[in-house]
Structure formats: C-alpha cells, structure tokens
C-alpha cells in the first residue's frame, strides 16, 4: 500500500496566524482527503482535494478558512487560516488506495492553537 | 441521513477476554463498511472492511466482523483480548458511490486490564 506522510508532525501556533500541512504520497493516487480530528472527537471530512480543479468543502467548512492545493496526484496541502484555539485538532490527510475503494490514513498532524 | 453509531465510549475488559465493540449503521443504500484503530499519537490503520460477498470479515490482529443487515450493525470482535489491542476503535461507512466519503462513529476507546 502507499506511504504516506505528513509535515509538519505537530506544531503550535498563536491565534490570528495560519499554519499549512503537507501531504505526501509516495505513489500517484486519484483521490485525497483532508480531515479534521478535534480533541476526544471523531473524524469529520474537511474536503476533497481535487487534482487540478479546486477541493469539495463538506458543510461547515469554507474555502477561505480552509484553503486546499493539489497541484499533482501525489501532494497535497491544507491551510488552515486565521487561527482560533477551536482550530486545535488533529488533521490527517487520506488517499484512496489503487485498484480499491479504501481510505488510507497518514501520520496527522497535530495543531494547538494558543 | 446516513449515521454510524458505536455504543459505549469505553470498553474494559481483561486480557484474554473476549473483546466486543458495537456499531450500527443508518443507510438508505447498502454500505461499505469500515474498522480504523488508531493508538495512542498515531494515524488511523484499517483493520478489516466489508463491501460485497461474505459477510463475515476477519482483519489484522486477529479481529474480525460480521455484517447483519437484518439489524443493521457490524460489530468487531476478538477471541482474546491481549494488552496491546488498547486503543481507540472507529467505525465508519461509506455508500460505494464515486465520493469515496466516510462518515465516522464516535470511536471507543477499549482499555485492557492486566
């Protein structure tokens, strides 16, 4: 299965900045996804990250809070914008696998906003 | 609207006991259903699915599921509890159409007693 990688691991931040999150995949992958892991929460779909056309915002999340870049079909970025401490989470990125229709996890990056 | 349900957000059991962790599933459409862990500061590992075919599943770590539409649920479950098996466990579906989305239940963290 694909490797997956994500910088920075964790980092923290002060509120009012923004802070961008790299995903990489170590093969070609059709379809990327970000996602949003809030403290003792579950997952919840940010976006579709779209190869060469702009993401999917599911409901709740905007585009100028939550800027996406796919500029090839293995990376990716996340940026998550104007940060408030609400914005701490987990983000993990996801591709789907080759030749499946599973979701493959990276790492997450691990954001605290004071 | 579809939902994933997992009943209770603790289990404890003891090593070599049976391990049992409920999800149920709202969907209109016949599901794909998935079983992610993930450990303690880590990303979300698969551990076992079922799309089509037989619907008992056996995954990674000895784990295994069973898909009963007549009640709608996909319970995980294994023999044996052992100390390594103490992390959290998502549920999650998706409708096998082009979007690829999952949507998640709340996870439960299972903690294993000497």
């Known amino acids: 299965s694909a490797v997956i990688s994500q910088k920075p691991s964790r980092d923290i931040c002060q509120r009012g900045t923004s802070l961008t999150i790299q995903c990489q995949v170590d093969?070609?992958?059709?379809?990327m996804f970000w996602y949003r892991q809030q403290p003792g929460q579950s997952l919840t779909l940010i976006a579709t990250a779209n190869q060469g056309s702009e993401a999917t915002y599911e409901s709740g999340f905007v585009i100028d809070k939550f800027p996406i870049s796919r500029p090839n079909l293995t990376f990716s970025t996340l940026t998550v914008s104007n940060m408030s401490p609400e914005d701490s989470s987990i983000y993990l990125c996801?591709?789907?696998?080759?030749?499946?229709?599973?979701?493959?996890f990276g790492p997450g990056t691990r954001l605290t906003v004071l | 609207a579809q939902s994933v349900t997992q009943l209770g957000s603790h289990v404890s059991v003891s090593e070599g006991a049976l391990v049992l962790l409920r999800c149920n599933y709202s969907?209109?459409?016949?599901?794909?259903l998935f079983w992610y862990v993930q450990y303690p500061n880590q990303g979300l590992q698969l551990l076992l699915k079922?799309?089509?075919?037989?619907?008992l599943v056996k995954g990674i770590n000895g784990f295994e599921a069973e898909f009963k539409k007549s009640e709608t649920s996909f319970h995980l479950t294994k023999p044996s509890a052992h100390m390594s098996d103490a992390a959290e466990y998502f549920c999650?579906?998706?409708?096998?159409?082009?979007?690829?989305?999952?949507?998640f239940g709340s996870g439960t963290r299972l903690l294993v007693r000497p």
């Open positions: 996801s591709i789907i696998g080759q030749r499946t229709d599973t979701q493959y």
């Open positions: 079922y799309t089509t075919g037989a619907t």
């Open positions: 999650a579906v998706s409708f096998g159409d082009s979007s690829y989305k999952l949507i």
């Open positions: 969907s209109s459409v016949p599901p794909y």
């Open positions: 093969s070609q992958v059709t379809m």
